[in-house]
């Protein structure tokens, strides 16, 4: 292999640009040519691609975001728009591809795939809902935001005697939520993947309140439940007053963390390895800090599983 191509896809995460650098770098110290594709499969259509130099990827392992822009493409889910992509890397000598984004960049990944185009994943999503990695590119940056917007509420909660409800993202996955609620002391977690009672929350914050304890913090993620409406129930069902903070896309964006730069760097390398020893149709993850790869097909047929003892963990810290 001679010339590889490079995508960010789907929603943006901190430490894309590190894993866009890596794949870069690595491939140019192994004297392959490396075309960047502007726009995800939308660029990837209509042939928005330019090569990139060492120089290119300077100054931007410490940036959000991602340089070579990313998009939805509806497109791109038909075979046709497939093709056209086929068609485009062919006529620049492309000869693979990696795909840095989520699980719908990871579809679109395969579809290439079973089309004969060999593609490498690698996961970047804040949402850490990919299977066949322990951790996703962005997810330890979007962490550290929410704990300091956590920390910061509750000071103010502290002072007003006030139950928060932060909403964080995570529409079908947890992870946010139940990583930054125990890191922040949240009292109370709700996470798409398990059942709560609203009784039982409501009995929680009186127990605490009781014990004297001067505020509750209660992280949801987005796809439990709208903040707002839990809020008024949970004021029927308690009595308490509540305030409710929607963070928002702001966990999206910021300086990519340690953790996030090095596991984008050491995933994007992997894929440059894995496309030059003949491996196309990958998906790249880390395992018990090891870097592992699978196939993209069987890996998307896998199920994301959140570690449910870390939820455990957090009752029983929050009693
Ligand atoms: P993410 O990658 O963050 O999960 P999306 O789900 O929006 O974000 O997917 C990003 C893009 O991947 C889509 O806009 C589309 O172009 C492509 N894609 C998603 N699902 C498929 C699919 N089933 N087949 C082909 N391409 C897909």
Redesign the pocket.
């Known amino acids: 292999m001679k010339k590889i191509g490079v995508l960010t896809?789907?929603?943006d995460?901190p430490g894309m640009n590190a894993a866009i650098r890596a794949v870069v770098r690595k491939a140019i110290y192994h004297d392959l040519e490396v075309y960047g594709i502007y726009g995800?499969?939308?660029g990837l259509i209509t042939g928005n691609i330019k090569k990139l130099e060492l120089g290119s990827v300077g100054d931007i392992i410490h940036r959000g975001g991602t340089m070579l822009q990313?998009?939805?493409?509806?497109?791109?889910?038909?075979r046709e728009?497939?093709q056209k992509g086929i068609e485009q890397l062919k006529a620049h000598g492309i000869e693979g591809l990696v795909v840095i984004?989520?699980?719908?960049?990871?579809?679109?990944?395969?579809?290439l795939t079973e089309q004969g185009y060999p593609c490498v994943g690698v996961p970047?999503?804040i949402?850490n809902d990919i299977p066949g990695t322990e951790f996703t590119i962005g997810f330890d940056t979007a962490l550290n935001t929410v704990i300091d917007a956590i920390d910061k509420i509750r000071d103010t909660a502290t002072s007003h005697e006030r139950t928060f409800i932060i909403e964080v993202m995570g529409r079908d996955a947890g992870d946010i939520a139940l990583w930054a609620g125990l890191a922040g002391g949240a009292e109370t977690i709700l996470i798409p993947e398990e059942n709560y009672d609203m009784q039982e929350i409501a009995a929680r914050l009186r127990k605490g309140h009781e014990r004297g304890k001067k505020h509750s913090i209660i992280v949801i993620a987005e796809g439990v439940y709208g903040a707002v409406d839990f809020a008024k129930n949970l004021e029927e069902a308690s009595d308490y007053e509540t305030r409710v903070s929607v963070l928002g896309h702001i966990q999206r964006g910021g300086s990519p963390t340690v953790q996030d730069r090095v596991l984008a760097s050491r995933l994007g390398a992997r894929a440059v390895e894995l496309l030059m020893e003949g491996k196309g149709g990958r998906a790249v993850g880390i395992e018990k800090n090891r870097l592992v790869d699978y196939d993209i097909i069987e890996a998307l047929a896998k199920k994301h599983t959140l570690d449910l003892n870390i939820y455990k963990l957090s009752q029983e810290l929050s009693i």
Do not use: N, P, V
Request: contains cysteine; aromatic residues 10%.
């Open positions: 896809s789907g929603g995460s995800g499969y939308s990313s998009a939805r493409c509806l497109e791109f889910k038909t728009g497939q984004g989520g699980d719908g960049s990871y579809r679109g990944a395969k579809a970047g999503t949402d």
